[in-house]
């Protein structure tokens, strides 16, 4: 089962733009993490923000955690077409040694 | 750079023929992953490895699924008999010790 929904399930903007991700969860986490993938490809680990963290920056990425809300969100940018992709949030849930990814937010720039 | 790697990455075969996947995760990376990605979904996890004992299998169907790390450290997956729902690319990663992990190119497999 997926813990992680991913909001939108599909965004489109023009190149230069800022592109924002949401991703709720459900249990207590020990971090988020945010992955990339291109298409056919497998995932690419962009930022882990941790349980006590509220906000991680990493190059033109700005990650928010909001434990008391559940949700996360993943900032890109200054957008370029390189950055179209599949982006999943992942969470590392409390007890479990695992993750446990979203459905992911289909990303699309437009030159 | 260290990567995990896989093979092969495209698998064809028809339903009811065995299929075998392989994984070599980072070296020194204890946990290794196979997750199951139907298209347009987030990837499953089938099974997880710390070192070579299985910690969680849950989601793996054990009727035609199996997988083994026998030394610990190169990993198979396998389906027999494969029917035509395990069409969908599977995903190896190996994990750093705070669980960021490294994914390999994956394996797409089509069953017809």
């Known amino acids: 089962s997926q813990q992680g929904e991913e909001d939108p399930q599909a965004l489109s903007i023009q190149e230069g733009e800022n592109a924002t991700m949401n991703c709720s969860y459900k249990t207590s986490i020990n971090n988020l993490q945010w992955y990339r993938q291109n298409s056919g490809r497998g995932l690419v680990h962009l930022i882990l923000?941790?349980?006590?963290?509220r906000e991680k920056h990493s190059g033109r990425l700005r990650v928010t955690l909001d434990t008391s809300k559940k949700s996360s969100s993943l900032l890109i940018t200054a957008s370029r077409a390189a950055d179209t992709a599949s982006y999943f949030c992942a969470t590392d849930v409390q007890g479990a040694q695992k993750l446990v990814f979203g459905q992911g937010t289909r990303l699309t720039i437009n030159p | 750079e260290a990567e995990v790697a896989q093979s092969p990455r495209y698998k064809i075969t028809e339903k009811s023929q065995a299929v075998a996947f392989w994984c070599d995760p980072i070296s020194g990376h204890a946990t290794l992953y196979w997750y199951r990605q139907i298209l347009g979904q987030g990837p499953e996890l089938l099974v997880q490895f710390q070192d070579e004992s299985v910690v969680d299998d849950s989601q793996l169907p054990k009727d035609r699924f199996s997988a083994e790390r026998l030394k610990g450290v190169d990993s198979t997956l396998k389906i027999q008999p494969a029917e035509l729902g395990d069409s969908a690319m599977y995903l190896c990663?190996?994990?750093?010790?705070?669980?960021?992990?490294?994914f390999g190119p994956g394996t797409r497999l089509t069953v017809l």
């Open positions: 990663a190996s994990s750093s010790p705070d669980n960021e992990q490294f």
């Open positions: 923000i941790r349980s006590n963290e």
